[in-house]
């Protein structure tokens, strides 16, 4: 059983949160690159040496915002995954739960797939939990192949020696071969791009629906990795 908090260690939890929240805006205003101590001290009402006891340094702040967007994206990919349902709804409600919560998540979306930080390298700490949002398509893939299911179209093999082999032996454990592992990477990626596209208004006189069009790209992408995916209006 776990002891209880004490009213010290609830006041910092609460307290990191709030510093939290006030970088996120920050993110808003200023961008990742703009993101200061200073200025979250001074929005907090806070003195900066205060802060700097929370968060040693501009940098450790930023990691602890890419874990704490990282852990959210992963829950709305979770979140939205119903393993009793067919692989092509799964795969469509992933992609769809992951473009909801960045629509909603403008700026912290930004963060994780935008233009790097000058001079910040994010530790490996932050690996794991990044990679719950593709881990959960994965899943369905691999689900969907132990059903019987996955058959993907014929296309250009991969090279392994393109894809890491940290990546390989990972998905292998997932029982997948080096060309459905670059399928599921390739889907990853391209679910990451549309929604830039979208966010950054790349698609504006291009599409006339942006939803539709991203349904669209899913179920190509489904389609690609060879998950059976219903059509629009349709349940598989």
Not at 9 to 31: D, P, V
């Amino acid at each position: 059983m776990n002891a209880p908090r004490t009213a010290r260690a609830r006041a910092r939890i609460e307290l990191t949160r709030e510093i939290l929240a006030s970088a996120r805006r920050q993110l808003g205003e200023a961008g990742a690159a703009g993101l200061s101590l200073r200025s979250v001290a001074r929005e907090l009402g806070m003195a900066s040496s205060a802060v700097y006891r929370y968060f040693a340094s501009r940098d450790e702040l930023l990691t602890a915002l890419l874990v704490e967007c990282y852990g959210e994206v992963g829950d709305a990919a979770v979140g939205a995954d119903d393993p009793e349902a067919a692989p092509g709804e799964r795969w469509l409600a992933v992609w769809r739960g992951v473009r909801e919560w960045s629509l909603a998540n403008r700026h912290e979306y930004a963060l994780l797939f935008g233009t790097p930080v000058p001079g910040y390298a994010a530790p490996h700490l932050t690996a794991e939990v990044a990679a719950r949002m593709p881990l959960t398509l994965a899943r369905i893939a691999g689900d969907a192949k132990a059903a019987g299911l996955l058959d993907p179209p014929p296309g250009p093999s991969c090279d392994p020696a393109a894809i890491t082999p940290e990546m390989l032996v990972l998905l292998e454990g997932m029982a997948f071969t080096v060309d459905e592992t670059a399928r599921l990477i390739l889907a990853w990626n391209r679910l990451v791009a549309i929604i830039g596209y979208e966010l950054h208004g790349h698609l504006v006189g291009v599409t006339a629906d942006d939803t539709a069009f991203f349904d669209y790209a899913a179920r190509v992408e489904a389609a690609n990795s060879g998950i059976p995916v219903p059509g629009p209006g349709e349940t598989r």
